[in-house]
């Protein structure tokens, strides 16, 4: 038998093959939550879907408007964007968040979760390097330095990190899954550590129109950084604030010459945000009405599965921003999604982001104002 034969020499990615990528990853966490989602759906009064943080409500029509407008764009797009859409991100960052920053360091991404993963191996990270995060993280920080090799070590205070290994630190305010908020002083600290060992630091604001009890705080703030962006990006998506999860509608800014690698990087591999999309995203970033409104339906929902919440007898911790209410009864997370999944109401343990949140679990609160009230009234009962 030859030796080329393929029963010798799996293709690459095959079961068998030598160093698939997928045998360096975690089981994908969703895909456990499976059964508990089958059971919510067989309640008499549907699936309440509490588990993902997913908008429900209407694009606003001001961006249809602009992504229809642009549709006819049969050229490539470029990966930078045009001046316009970099002018409008600037200009968002210096009206919401005081960054004093110019179009050569503001770049458009295909969604911020794209970026989290791929970041650390499109910085050249690899095997002897460290990729840092919060000890209760979106799981693609840790996703992102497996991809490439590179450690993922998870961090209560940064001051327990290893300066000389740590080559990204992540932060993330306000946090996913916690709804934390770092105060600038907390923010200023990580900043001063990160630029005293030369590491990058990444801050995910992803949530940050989203404050509640707090108000979040960009690390690109004159305030936190001094008035200088170098060794530090901050990542912004219009998922949550515009409802555009479907555009995947991103970008990421701070330090021009990371900024200006990145760009070089990313025109060899394709990455480019769709020239309707760019149009959208530039419209979505010099409105603030709708996201006014959008916040004030989501209020009104946190209100509602809060005060349900507190009253069947969980404790709500941090959950001062972002779209999420970290909940707990002081007993293991997946004996909670599986009572409340009798009840037809499905929410995500607390163990998918990370060990220490293995009794809370996290209640996002995007659902239809129909199924808030309903999940309400079943949590009465």
Known sequence: MST???????????????????????????????????????????????????????????????????????GYPTVWGPLSLRDAIAGWLGRRCGAEIGSEAVLPTVGSKELVAWLPGQLGLGPGDQVAYPTLAYPTYEVGALLCGAEPVAYEDVSELDGSKVRLLWLNSPSN????????????????????????????????????????????HPSVCGGSHEGLLAVHSLSKRSNLAGYRASFVAGDPVVVAELLEIRKHGGMIVPAPVQAATAAALADDAHVAEQRARYAQRRSALRAALEAYGFRIEHSEASLY??????????????????????????????????????VAFTATDERVASAVERLKR
């Open 4 to 74: 080329n034969d393929s029963t010798h020499a799996p293709f690459p990615g095959h079961p068998g093959a030598a160093r698939r990528v997928s045998d360096r990853l975690p089981v994908f966490p969703w895909d456990k939550l499976e059964p508990y989602k089958r059971t919510a759906q067989a309640h008499p009064d549907g699936l309440c879907d509490f588990s993902v943080g997913t908008p429900v409500d209407p694009v606003p029509a001001l961006v249809q408007q602009a992504l229809a407008a642009h549709t006819d764009t049969p």
């Open 177 to 220: 899954p916690t709804g934390r908020v770092l105060d600038a002083d907390a923010l200023r600290r990580a900043v001063e550590w990160a630029r005293e060992h030369r590491v990058l630091l990444v801050s995910d604001e992803c949530y940050l129109e989203l404050g509640w009890e707090a108000e979040p705080v960009s690390v690109l």
């Open 325 to 362: 209410l970290w909940a707990t009864q002081d007993k293991p997370c997946w004996e909670t999604v599986a009572e409340l999944a009798e009840l037809g109401i499905l929410v995500a343990p607390g163990d998918f982001y990370g060990p220490v949140g293995d009794r809370f679990v996290r």
